[in-house]
């Protein structure tokens, strides 16, 4: 987005400059290129023009003032949001494998997990977890052809799939491992006993990151 941004603000900007400035004259030679059908940088700024409903300024080219481009830019990055937002939830519908993903991530943005020192190794177990490629068996069943149905817990005798929600709160094999996750959890939010099981998994692949994947990690060495 912040492109094309940059793009609407270079255009005000030009097309604020005299007329008898060089550079002024190459861009409306480069303008008159687009006008005549032409491949070129105005061409590009008109389709961003016309995803912001703005067409009528590229068509116009106004002089404003400085309240006016800065009501402009902000008109253009909502509407540029909201599109992104649109194609975003679109995209993320479509991918089965996204199933836990489009539980704890309702809208586009950088993550809490992504900017804090938690290490590479636990931030990349975490990411895998929340997007369904970490290596379950719900994820390593589908690329061997097994039927959703068959793809079966291999860390326990319970004979259920290993999904996201198993792994993090259900598996017997891990108790241990969990009841630290969980009691830490517990002691920095009391609230979560009060969570259903959905809800709790949403937490934990969200708010929870640091216990989350603390856990996902220190399950590793114990996986088969």
């Known amino acids: 987005m912040r492109p094309q941004i ?28 687009a006008l005549a059908g032409h491949r070129s940088w105005n061409k590009d700024v008109k389709s961003v023009f016309e995803k912001c409903d703005m067409l009528r300024i590229y068509e116009n080219m106004p002089i404003m003032s400085k309240e006016k481009i800065k009501e402009v830019i902000s ?66 069943g589908r690329w061997r052809g097994k039927p959703l149905s068959e793809r079966y817990c291999e860390q326990c005798n319970e004979r259920t799939i290993e999904c996201e929600h198993h792994f993090l709160l259900k598996c017997s094999k891990f108790n241990n491992q969990r009841d630290v996750m969980i009691n830490k959890v517990i002691e920095n939010f009391p609230g979560f006993t009060l969570y259903d ?12 990151y640091i216990e989350t994947s603390k856990f996902i990690v220190s399950c590793e060495e114990y996986r088969i």
């Open 6 to 33: 940059e793009m609407i603000r270079l255009y005000i900007r030009m097309c604020q400059i005299p007329e008898n400035r060089i550079n002024k004259k190459v861009f409306l030679w480069d303008r008159n290129l």
């Open 75 to 140: 008109t253009a990055k909502a509407k540029l949001m909201a599109d992104y937002q649109e194609k975003w939830e679109k995209s993320v519908t479509e991918k089965t494998k996204l199933r836990t993903y489009m539980l704890v991530k309702p809208n586009m943005g950088v993550e809490e997990y992504v900017t804090k020192p938690i290490g590479h190794k636990k931030r990349s177990a975490f990411a895998c977890m929340r997007m369904g490629v970490y290596p379950l068996r719900i994820e390593t």
């Open 197 to 208: 099981d959905l809800e709790k998994l949403c937490y934990l692949l969200s708010d929870g």
